[in-house]
């Protein structure tokens, strides 16, 4: 049985709250949201990183995905798409995420 608790959510193991799937990704809303719409856009297969991230075909299944859940959530004024690498990128579940965050103004540089 896999620890990962994004595979758990592939899974069924773990039911997420969807808001966009297809046969590659699937899209759920983050637990503590940092915008007042904050998706997470997960391959349905394992990958660690980006740096593992090798097939481009299912990197652009995720930036579609993301801008599928954008345009389901109305986010017509604009949103930001953030993947988060490895310790200093900040990332804390090790299953590849694309935050999609919108719903107010963004600021930058990110923190
Ligand atoms: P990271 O820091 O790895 O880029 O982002 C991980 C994200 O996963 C965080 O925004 C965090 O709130 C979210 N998260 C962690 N545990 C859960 C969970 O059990 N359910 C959901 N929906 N999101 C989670
Ligand atoms: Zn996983």
Not at 14 to 37: G, H, S, T, W
């Amino acid at each position: 049985m896999t620890e990962c608790l994004f595979c758990k959510m592939v899974s069924g193991d773990i039911v997420p709250d969807v808001v966009f799937e297809n046969e590659k990704v699937l899209a759920f809303r983050d637990i503590n949201p940092q915008a007042p719409v904050h998706v997470l856009v997960i391959p349905r297969q394992h990958v660690e990183t980006i740096d593992e991230l090798d097939d481009s075909k299912l990197a652009g299944e995720l930036l579609l995905g993301a801008c599928s859940v954008a345009r389901e959530l109305g986010l017509s004024k604009g949103y930001r798409v953030a993947i988060n690498c490895k310790a200093e990128g900040g990332q804390e579940v090790y299953h590849v995420h694309l935050h999609v965050l919108g719903g107010r103004q963004m600021t930058w540089p990110p923190g």
